[in-house]
Every structure is written in C-alpha cells, then in structure tokens.
C-alpha cells in the first residue's frame, strides 16, 4: 500500500478521492495497470479497499471492490473495462455523501485546518489544485492522490481529521476569514479552468482552419490536374482532326463551313466540363461513400433532404437503394391484341377517370380509362357507403389523370358498352408523364426492364430513376471493388460497377440476376468477414483459456454410470464437442442448440462436472426462477451421490438464506451455483470459477454475460438454447460461434399427436380433456392474453379461468400468468406439479422451464397469434412422460395462410423442420423480433432463398481471414471490415 503522509489514519474521505483518481488515471493509461512509485494500480486499489473493509466491516461495497481488483491484473481488457465501470458504480453513492459533508463542513472550517491543506491564501493555483480531484472537480480536505510525475507513480497524501481539538476553540471572525479564502480557491480554480477552456476552443478553432486550407489546396490541386487533362485531350483531339485533314486534302463543298462550328462546339464542350467541375469540387473526395447526395446531377439541396426520408444520405447509400421489382416494357402487349378471358399485365396511361354515387345504392362506382395509343381499356372500382362531392373528389385523386400505370387482372367485355374492361384488377401508378413522353420511349421508363424504386413523400418514381441513372454515370468509375479479380472469378461474380449497373437498369433479366448475385453476395461476405475477423481477435486477445484434462475415470464417467438412462447419440457427440474446446488452449465458442426434451441439461451437467475433476467451479444461469429451480432439483439429484453439493440463487431468497448460499459459494462449498440474473449481485462472489453455462442463452444482453464473466479470471463460456434456429440464421447470427445441435429425443419418448380445431369443435376438446383427467393425467389451457383488451379479440387467460371453473365444477383450475408474483408463480407450479390441479389455465409464461411429467394434452387457444417457434415451445410442455401426448391448436383458420402455418404444426414434431418453415414464411425479421434479434441489416438478400450465396460467403471470409488476419494484404477489404464494424469496446464484449 502507498506510504500515509501525516499523523493518524488516513480518514475514509481521503481513501475514497484516492480511489477515484487511480480510476482516472488508470482510463488515461488505457486499462494497462499502471505501476506507481510503490505499487500498481489494483495492488492499490485491493489494499485500499481492504484498509476500508476493516474500518467499515457492515459495508459489503469494499469486500466486492477487493474482489474485483484481485482478479484485475490477470484479466483481458473487456473485463477490465467492465471492472473499471463497475467500480465506479459502487464509489458514487458514498463521494455523493461525502460532496454533501463538505458543503455543510465548510462553514466550520478553522485557519488551522485551511493552512494544514494550503497556507493563509498566498498560495497560487497550483497548490489550491493540489486538493481537488482533477477530473471530478470535488474538494478533499484531507488531502488528495496524485497522478505521479514522470514514472506514474502512486502517492497518497493525508492529513487525518479523527482528533480535531482546535475545532473547539476558533471563533466566528477566524471561520469567517477561512470562508473567503476558500470562496478565493474556488474564484481562482473557475478562472484557471475558464483560461483552459478558451485556450483548448482556440486550438480547436485552429486546426479547424488548417483543415479547411488543406482541404481548399487539395480541391484546388484536383481542380488543376483535371483541367489540364481536359486541355491536353483536346490538343491531341485537334491535331488528330488538322492530321486527318491533311491526308484527306482539300475541303468539298459545304465542309468548309462545317470546320468553325465544330471547333466553336469544343469550345462549348470544355465550358461545361469545367462547370462540372466546379459543381463536383464541392467534395473533398469522389469517392461515393464520402460524397454527398447532393452532389449527383439534378438533385441539390431540396431534393437530397427528401432522399433523407429514406436514410440516403451518400451517393453510396443512392447506388443501393435497390429496386423492389422489375417492369418488363420489352414485351410488351398491347390493348389491341387483347383477347378476352386473357389475364393480363399492361402499361399505359390514364386518360379520364369520373366518379358518381349509384343511384338507390349505398355505394360509389369509379371507372379510369387507360390508353396506350393502341386502344383503350376501363377499370371499374367500387366503394361502399354515402359519398359527397369531397369524397368523390378523393376518390378520382387516387388516380390522376396523365400517370403512367400498370394495371393486371382478366380481360372481359362490358355487357352494356362492349368496351374491354379488366375484372379482379390491381392498379399500381408508376408516375406522371407529360404529353407525347409514352410516345417518346425513352430509354430509362421504356423499351426496357424497369426498376420500381421504394419511394417517399415529394419523391417521384419517374424522376429518381433519372437521378439513379445520373449517379452511375458520375461516379461509377469511382467506385472501388472490394473483392480481389481472383475470388470474382473463381466464384463467377460480376464487377462491382458492372453489377450495379446491371441491378438498376439491366437489358435482359440474365443480367438482372447476376447483379442480384453478386450484390447479395456482398451483404453475406461483409457480414461473414466481421464474424470470421472478430473470432480471430478473440483467440488472439484469450491465448491463455484455461485447458482441462479429461480423467478417464472421473466425475464424468461415474456420473454417465449413475444416470437412470443411456444417453443417445446426439447428446454423446455434442459432449465430445465441448470436452475438446474445455482441453484446448482456445477459448470456447460454443452454442449448443436442441429441441425441447432432446437432454442439453444434462449435457451441461457433464461440462460442470469436467470443471470440478480441474479444481473449478461451474455456473449455470437461467432466464426465469421456475427454470432455475428445475435445473436445480435435476442438478442435486444426480450430484448427491457423488458427494457433491449445489447451490441455488434466487432474487427472491430472504437475508439469512442468501448470505447462507454466499458463503458456501465463495468458501468453495458449494461445486455448482445454480441461478437467475441474481448471480450477477456483486456479493456473490466464487472461489475459483472455471465453467459458465447460460441457458436461454437469447434471453440475456451481453453485458449480462460480460458481469458473470468478470466474477473469474478467464472462466469458459458455454450458452444453450432450446429454441432450434435454422442453419443459415445461425451462420448470419452466430457465425462467430461454433454450433452443436442435439438433434435426437431420449428413447421412449412418444411424438406428440397434433390436431389443429375450429372453435365450434371446442366442446369435443374438452371431452377428451375430461377422459384423459379421469385417467390420471393432468392437462394446459394457454391463451394468449392475461386480461381483456378493446384493441384485441383474442381470449384472455384470467376472465377464462372464471369461465371454465363454472362451466367444469368437478376439475380443480389452477391461474398461471406473467402479472404474478415471483413466489406466486412457484406456489402456482408446485400445486401443479403436486397434482393439487387439474387444469393449469396460462399465458405464454409456461413456454421455458415447466416439466410435469403428468401432463399429457395442452389446448392452446387463438392458436394463430402465436409464431410457429413459439407453438412447439409451448406443445414441448407435454409429452415428457412415457404416455401419449396431445396438443390441440383451437383457431379461427379464415386465412390460407393460418392454414398452412398450422398444419405444418400437425405434421411434424422436429423443431428444427418447424423453425425453418417459420423462417419461410415470416422472414428473419418477424421470426426473431426487431428489438432484440441481433440481425444485421440485409437489403436484397433472403435468407431462405439465398442459403448457397451464404454458404460461398463464409467459405471466402474464412479463407481470407485464414490466409491474411489483418487483412494487410486486402486493404479495400480492411476499409470495408472498419466500416462496417461497431466500437471496440462493444466488439470484444460481443464475445463474451
């Protein structure tokens, strides 16, 4: 510990400004456990905080800051970032405590007391800065910690206030004069800081001008070089031409007078690349990610705002606002070779559109006329209810007159006119059009294959077309390729201009699908790279992982012994797997995945149990007390006969019982602590960590991780989840992790028997749930709402309960939703599970962590308001018994849709099968949910569809990092990865 200057102990002010100054000063040296004149930093962090654990042994806050140093210099640098910021959270209380002592202590300060911290007021700011805590502008009146000087060193300087005996004896006028010396520091240290403050402005003010000069220079350069390359093309132009005139000979009639126009047109020609110039020299770079929206030909200031709407910002994020679809003009069919009974998509232009009130019915009729100068052809629109002029006036708006139009449905013949109409028709307007322009064919909006572009408010279709077209033609040649000449071959991928010219404007649909290829490989490759570079980092930054032995006859073997079944297949490779990442040198990335029931508990079971034959102890967090406590009854069945204990921690758990559980984990007692986020409590502290297991692994943020993480040294991390995820998620999501999946169920298991009902077949449900209760068995009710809502016609769980317990007098109901209290919800499932119920009626709340073995058939209704993941969750709730299982999905069916989702449900029982056709039909966005999904953003590619681009993707990124980690040999792929790429600091959490 740093020397104590003065007499006495050091008081606990002095120890805590001390503190928070090595804080400092450590984030200044950048984590790097600086070493002082005497110490290191956490060798003076661990004692100071000790110094206060003896003074203040009631305080747990210092025992969990000794702890956290004690671990400091062995640890990586997220941890130790993660230690830093957690140290601070745990001094603030008490330095606010202490900030509010000083302003009442102030008033009662002797002359004494101000010389012992800086004389009688001669003294410069300097030596009145000596006493305030640089960086938290906070007074110490015993002293302060200093920085040290040109070694870093740590020093303390103290002046202890226990015996205080001139306190006594100083009068009013003596306070009083100490008062205006301290408001004359305070005076000069404000001043100090102001002068500061305007000098740094200054600075900054200046190096703001020098980078506009260099900025300017470098315009003006560019500007130079392209003017002379201008001129020296045309000389070589003209004496191409004065060249070829000679060796033709004299001129012919009526050339002569052609010679000066063409040069007066050179001259116009240079002008306007000159004013080209000057318009693009707005830019400091030409490069499409830096240049600004604005920039490209017809846009400007205006318009490049309404391009915001839509996050275009760049001429980079212009060239990928990719078209939605494609409108095929090149084959294009006519009105007039129309037959009916064709069903049909043709383009043409609307030339009248009326609207009336029908008479004697209570509904409006819209008729649009559309041309395409071949002939005409109406659309009838019906609208229902009284209308008014207004509302007729807003109905012909809908489809104004001159818009360009593609219109589809099925040709027919008006029984009353004769003329054609189109029956069943969708109308899509794809923008204003002047007279004679359809006649015109030109090139961007006809003849050709083109591109319907999202669009916003002030934006026209028609008009971003011309911008996009105008955007290429600037700054294609800018436009740098990332991937080398070789990958493109070996993989048939276009160059990059190539492809985006070829997804904007492409002349045949070949072309167009090629773009499509190589664009989408670019978003998965981007993504696969990041994945592929941060795992290297992580191996790098985590040489020393801790490397277990396998005993051959250890608490694994004894315990695969032990164990009332045989473990299948899966469960044996998936262990084999984790077994060779704890034994090797690398840190473990590892997601085990598996269906509900498959065994990944006991999986987790046997890594524990490989820890503890190390010397270690294991951890294995939960998302929800229920599943911690059935992780917990599991754990110490299996384990008691090993002469091993487990320990549970719970958020809910009294003083005496939680200090109980502390104490056995962090004397080493206790061999596996079982819990929920109450694990991360900074009292619950371990011996020696060696294994983290987290369950729900989805259901927890990274800096939840990060915390249990920092509780040991270098401990492994292995995470689990049992909601299968289909594979190219994974390899999106989780590319950095190796993924073991338990794709096999225990043996005896039966499938469970799936029937998907209407409402009207209900009471033949409850039927078959009676003669099931009669035998014996127990059974789920789960409805999607706890109580009614307005907005929603989907049955709530608490009204129902009410319902079924009159309608069923002779079954017992138990309530089980997410409003109830923790302790509660475990009374509610400990009667169920004591077969006290019947019935458990419920919301989703039971969807991870109930296992009642009893219960053998669950009927969930508004079955269509659940996803399909969410569906096999909730049926893997039954059929954990040895008798047959049954799950009935009571819905309304009035969608094709909802149809199809539910018999996917009765025809499989393979969650992996079920999360894939889910991906199908709902897109990766709506299968995770946006808020906490960790999706990256993909803008042409699909996942489902475009699972062999991915496979190619990852396969590159892991040869290129395998073949050149820093990517020096890459450098457009190394700017790539550094755009792409979030802080650091969130990088290396990420793999915690």
């Not at 949910?929 to 699972?947: E, F």
């Not at 496979?951 to 792929?973: F, G, Q, T, W, Y």
């Amino acid at each position: 510990m740093a020397p104590i200057v003065g007499q006495g102990k050091p008081s606990k002010e002095a120890l805590l400004v001390g503190m928070r100054k090595a804080l400092n000063v450590e984030r200044r040296s950048r984590y790097s456990d600086f070493h002082g004149k005497r110490s290191t930093f956490s060798q003076y962090m661990r004692q100071t905080a000790a110094t206060l654990a003896r003074i203040y042994p009631m305080d747990s806050t210092w025992v969990t800051i000794r702890g956290l140093f004690r671990q400091y210099p062995n640890s990586d640098l997220p941890t130790r970032i993660s230690i830093i910021q957690r140290a601070d959270e745990l001094l603030e209380p008490h330095l606010d405590i202490f900030a509010e002592q000083l302003r009442q202590r102030k008033k009662e300060l002797s002359e004494a007391e101000i010389k012992s911290q800086g004389g009688r007021g001669e003294t410069d700011i300097g030596e009145g800065a000596a006493i305030v805590d640089g960086d938290d502008a906070e007074y110490s009146p015993e002293g302060a910690i200093t920085g040290g000087d040109g070694d870093g060193g740590l020093e303390v300087a103290v002046e202890s206030d226990y015996d205080d005996p001139v306190k006594k004896a100083v009068d009013r006028a003596a306070v009083r004069a100490a008062q205006s010396r301290i408001e004359e520091y305070e005076r000069k240290i404000r001043e100090a800081r102001e002068r500061e403050l305007k000098a740094q402005e200054a600075r900054e003010r200046e190096a703001q001008q020098k980078e506009l000069r260099e900025k300017q220079e470098r315009l003006a350069r560019q500007k130079e070089i392209y003017e002379k390359e201008e001129r020296l093309a045309q000389q070589k132009e003209l004496q191409n031409e004065a060249r070829a005139a000679q060796q033709k000979g004299p001129y012919k009639d009526g050339e002569a007078q052609q010679a000066e126009p063409r040069r007066d047109e050179r001259a116009a020609q240079q002008k306007d690349s000159s004013d080209k110039q000057d318009r693009v020299a707005g830019n400091a770079s030409k490069n499409p990610e830096d240049v600004s929206v604005q920039w490209v030909k017809g846009v400007g200031p205006k318009l490049a705002a309404v391009l915001g709407k839509l996050n275009i910002k760049t001429v980079a994020e212009l060239l990928r606002h990719y078209p939605r679809r494609h409108l095929d003009f090149q084959n294009r069919l006519l009105i007039r070779d129309l037959e009916e009974g064709q069903e049909v998509s043709i383009f043409g232009m609307i030339r009248s559109v009326s609207a009336y009130q029908a008479k004697n019915r209570n509904m409006s009729i819209l008729t649009v006329v559309i041309s395409d100068n071949t002939g005409i052809i109406t659309i009838t629109r019906f609208v229902g209810g009284k209308s008014n002029k207004y509302l007729l006036d807003r109905y012909k708006a809908q489809f104004p007159k001159g818009a360009q139009v593609l219109a589809s449905g099925v040709v027919e013949r008006d029984q009353y006119k004769g003329n054609l109409t189109l029956k069943n028709s969708e109308v899509e307007i794809l923008g204003l059009v002047s007279d004679g322009e359809e006649d015109q064919q030109a090139s961007l909006h006809a003849g050709r294959l083109v591109p319907v572009y999202p669009l916003t408010d002030g934006l026209s279709l028609r008009y971003l077309r011309t911008v996009m077209n105008n955007a290429l033609e600037q700054y294609s040649r800018y436009i740098v390729d990332p991937l080398p000449e070789s990958f493109r071959e070996e993989y048939n991928l276009l160059e990059l201009t190539e492809a985006l010219r070829g997804i904007h404007f492409p002349d045949t649909p070949e072309i167009k699908d090629a773009a499509r290829r190589r664009l989408v490989f670019d978003e998965l490759f981007t993504i696969q790279l990041q994945l592929a570079h941060r795992r290297y980092q992580f191996d790098q930054e985590n040489q020393n992982a801790l490397a277990l032995t396998f005993a051959e006859d250890g608490l694994v073997t004894k315990m695969i012994e032990t164990l009332p079944f045989k473990l299948t297949g899966a469960q044996n490779r998936v262990f084999a797997e984790i077994a060779r990442d704890l034994t090797s040198s690398k840190p473990m990335h590892r997601l085990v995945q598996g269906d509900v029931g498959s065994g990944k508990t006991v999986v987790a079971l046997l890594s524990c149990l490989m820890a503890i034959d190390n010397g270690f102890q294991a951890a294995m967090m939960a998302p929800t007390e229920i599943l911690a406590e059935q992780h917990f009854r599991q754990f110490q069945r299996l384990l008691t006969p090993l002469g091993l204990k487990c320990a549970l921690v719970l958020g809910k758990q009294g003083v005496k019982e939680r200090r109980a559980v502390r104490q056995e984990i962090l004397a080493g007692q206790a061999h596996i602590a079982v819990g929920t986020h109450a694990l991360l409590e900074d009292d619950v502290e371990f011996r020696n960590l060696g294994l983290i297991v987290i369950d729900e692994q989805h259901r927890f943020g990274v800096k939840q991780r990060a915390r249990l993480k920092a509780k040991s040294l270098n401990p492994e991390l292995l995470t689990m989840t049992a909601t299968p995820i289909p594979r190219t998620l994974a390899m999106t999501m989780h590319g950095d992790l190796d993924v073991s999946e338990i794709d096999e169920l225990p043996p005896g298991r039966k499938p469970i028997e799936t029937k998907a009902c209407t409402p009207a077949q209900r009471g033949k449900v409850w039927d078959f749930i009676v003669k099931e209760i009669e035998k014996g068995r127990q059974a789920y009710v789960v409805f999607p709402l706890i109580d009614e809502s307005e907005s929603l016609s989907a049955k709530a769980a608490t009204k129902e309960f009410e319902k079924l317990k009159s309608e069923f007098p002779n079954l017992r109901f138990g309530l089980m939703h997410g409003k109830l209290k923790a302790d509660q919800k475990d009374e509610e499932m400990d009667k169920f599970r004591k077969h006290e119920y019947d019935v458990l009626v419920s919301t989703t709340v039971i969807e991870v962590g109930v296992d009642v073995p009893n219960s053998s058939v669950m009927m969930i209704e508004n079955a269509d308001r659940f996803g399909l993941a969410q569906l096999h969750q909730l049926r893997g709730r039954v059929g954990r018994g040895a008798e047959q299982s049954y799950c009935f999905l009571v819905s309304e069916m009035k969608s094709q849709t909802t149809r199809e989702r539910l018999e996917i449900m009765t025809l499989t029982n393979d969650g992996f099968v079920v999360a894939e056709k889910d991906l199908e039909l709902r897109g990766p966005g709506e299968f995770l949910g946006y808020r906490q999904s960790g999706l990256p953003d993909l803008i042409l590619a699909d996942l489902v569809k475009d699972a062999s681009i991915l496979e190619e993707a990852r396969n590159v990124a892991i040869a290129v990092v395998r073949n050149d980690p820093e990517l020096s040999k890459n450098p457009e792929l190394r700017k790539l990865l550094e755009r792409k790429a979030s802080s650091h600091e969130a990088e290396i959490m990420r793999s915690g």
